[in-house]
């Protein structure tokens, strides 16, 4: 039974700086690709970042040069480091893992953490 957990939501001001972190557990699997994705209220969930087993990572536009995605491998973990936090990053923010299991690709969700910044 694979699960992911997440951690690290919470209130901050406009400007401030907060982490986010989403562990993998199971077993027999690969991670092939994990990625946060955010959901405002009465909006679309939306893509904000990734990293491919490789190591390579992608941002959305809108958090270009402020979010920092990582992973440590031998922790099954993501990480999502997000500076200088604006009212809209305010968001439900889930952690996607693309995991190789029985020899086919499945996608897992986390449960999500509410991130509100404001003042």
């Known amino acids: 039974q694979v699960q992911l957990v997440e951690s690290g939501g919470g209130l901050v001001q406009p400007g401030g700086s907060l982490g986010l972190s989403c562990a993998v557990s199971?077993?027999?699997?690969?991670?092939?690709?994990m990625a946060w994705y955010r959901q405002a209220p009465g909006k679309q969930r939306e893509l904000v970042a990734t990293?491919?087993?490789?190591?390579?990572?992608d941002y959305a536009d809108s958090v270009k040069g402020r979010f920092t995605i990582s992973r440590d491998n031998a922790k099954n973990t993501v990480y999502l480091q997000m500076n200088s936090l604006k009212p809209e990053d305010t968001a439900v923010y889930y952690c996607?893992?693309?995991?190789?299991?029985?020899?086919?690709?499945?996608?897992?969700w986390g449960q999500g953490t509410q991130v509100t910044v404001s003042s």
């Open positions: 996607n893992a693309q995991l190789g299991i029985g020899g086919g690709i499945a996608g897992y």
């Open positions: 199971g077993s027999s699997f690969s991670i092939a690709a």
């Open positions: 990293i491919i087993s490789g190591g390579s990572s």
